[in-house]
């Protein structure tokens, strides 16, 4: 285990009565690396990303966050971190320049921090035309590059982005990853979510959890080996075939 | 305190974003001080008399005319038979039915003595009694003018010797609008602050913003400040507002200083949006924000005092309503606008808002958890 590593846990679990959500999952992810957590809806990714970032009590097991326990400590984590959820939670009746003044106020940017970083947005997203408009009015691809530059407005080591390329087109979804990768190069520890399998090439590590527990972890490479598949597609597939929760629904 | 600004700046921003949030800042006030004041009338008028007159005589009409010539009583039906004006009765077509006796004016004649039966319709209570009041007087004044007229050589004066004169104080002409202008005023504010503060907080969980936020390194007792503050000011709009009106329309000036009433509602706007708050904090959808608020809302207006006196509840109810913020704020403003009281007068009430709003306010930061 290397100390150095953003993010550490072993054995971390969440129960919620009967139903374990998450099992006894363990994972290191390295400083600069593009972590992908990938499972199926309902496999546990979700509580999982809430677990470390301080949004849901753990039920066992330990978890460090850039060197915080999410235990004692989750309001650390949180000044830490990025985090940019399954729903859109940008504020859609305030308008492109309000949502940064905001985020960036409660991440305690001062003013002229501010105005360089929406400068900044700005001329990355090319949005210049649409700063004073509502969110509400921007496409959803748009929507979804502007929640994740504004949840990392506050330049964090470390951003968890919990499915954000959900619904959005091919196209759109090459240029979101564009912004992750150039993000990544710049630093910054992105875990990230997904179901769809072509975006874990772009990720230095995947892992893939089934039933709330990780069966897999590796680079691409080392996974297709192993499971002697052409691309992530199959080796998913035969991962999640085991899956008893996918195969009640 | 930064993170306070960003937050209330947020909230205005978002509150003058929907014209719909200004129209029902300025809107609702308006008309609903327009309207409940004229409908709160506790004045009994339009009173439903039916006459069963077996006598025919010039005394009867004459009673009749002096019984309808108050103005409050209306004589909707001459019958001649019992049942007729017995269904009109059980039809609540009539409130009260008078049967006169035939010789009724030979009896009084002869023997300066004559019955009439009255039947109030006691259904509504409180506009039986009354009702029922008004006849009795008017009767009361008609005995006066027979006796006067008729009764030529009193051996004895008749009429009483002690004569009552009454003054109204604080409310000389007993204008139940100067009453109850000030009372509704507070509704307005309650129902105003209470719901948008609630319904703010629950649409941001709707909406999933709250996850954001609670994600982020502000602090608890920032957001809900950030919160409570922009509908603070609003509130005090919707006062000021209110208080024009009841000049401008009703002629409501307060005897007081009304500097007073500002200070009282200062205290009482954060009783009402913390309360907002914490209902927001225990349900989930905007939906069931309004069902839980009307609920409470119902108790606390019908404990207030605005529309029956607390001192005629039972015990039980009297000790309720010392927990309720309306009562309080009814209360002080009927003191300060109808009876000019001062800062010492309203004093304890002012230390009893701050005590909820404290408490309120720690409840709702407490039960607020940026974790799960």
Known sequence: MNPDNIIKVEKLTKRFGEFVAVDQISMDVGRGQIFGFLGANGAGKTTAIKMLSGLLQPTAGKAMVNGFDVYTEPEKIKRNIGYMSQRFSLYDDLTVVENMKFYGGIYGLNNKELKIKTEEIIQLLHIGDFKDKLVRSLPLGWKQKLAFSISILHNPPLVFLDEPTGGVDPITRREFWELITQSANGGMTVFVTTHYMDEAEYCDIVSIMVDGRIEAMGSTRELKTKYKAEDMESVFVTLARKSKRANQE | ?372
């Not at chain 2, 809107?27 to 709160?40: G, N, S, W, Y």
């Open chain 2, 1 to 372: 305190m930064r993170n306070i600004i960003t937050i209330v700046r947020k909230e205005f921003a978002q509150f003058f974003r929907d014209k719909a949030n200004i129209r029902m800042l300025l809107v609702m006030p308006v008309i609903q001080l327009l309207i409940l004041p004229l409908a709160a009338d506790y004045e009994v008028k339009n009173i439903k008399l039916a006459l069963i007159d077996h006598d025919h005589s010039p005394g009867v009409n004459q009673m009749i005319q002096k019984i309808t010539s108050s103005g409050y009583i209306h004589l909707v039906a001459y019958e001649s038979d019992y049942k007729d004006a017995l269904r009109l009765f059980e039809q609540d077509k009539a409130d009260i039915m008078i049967e006169v006796p035939p010789q009724f004016e030979e009896n009084l004649i002869r023997n300066n003595e004559a019955s009439i039966s009255v039947s109030v319709n006691a259904v509504n209570g409180a506009r039986a009694s009354i009702g029922g009041q008004y006849l009795q007087k008017i009767l009361q004044d008609y005995n006066m003018d027979i006796r006067l007229k008729w009764i030529q050589f009193p051996r004895f004066n008749p009429i009483p010797l002690v004569q009552v004169e009454s003054a109204y104080w604080f409310n000389p002409h007993m204008n139940y609008k100067q009453f109850m202008v000030p009372g509704i005023l507070v509704i307005l504010l309650t129902m105003v602050g209470a719901n948008m503060s609630a319904l703010n907080f629950v649409k941001e969980k709707e909406l999933g913003t709250i996850e954001q936020i609670n994600v982020s390194p502000i602090q608890k007792h920032e957001f809900i400040i950030g919160k409570l503050i922009p509908f603070w000011i609003m509130g005090q709009v919707v006062l000021s507002i209110g208080l024009l009106i009841a000049y401008l329309v009703y002629g409501v000036v307060p005897v007081g200083n009304i500097g007073l009433i500002y200070l009282f509602s200062s205290f009482y706007l954060l009783v009402v949006l913390a309360f907002g708050l914490l209902i927001s904090t225990f349900v989930q959808t905007q939906q069931q924000t309004m069902l839980v608020s009307f609920f409470f809302m119902m108790i606390f207006i019908l404990l207030s005092g605005l529309y029956t006196m607390i001192d005629s509840m039972p015990a039980w109810a009297q000790m309720i309503t010392k927990l309720d913020p309306i009562a309080y704020f009814v209360r002080v403003n009927r003191m300060v606008i109808m009876k000019g009281s001062g800062l010492s007068d309203i004093l304890p009430d002012i230390g009893i808002m701050i005590c909820m709003a404290s408490a309120l306010i720690s409840w709702a930061v407490w039960n607020y958890h940026k974790r799960s």
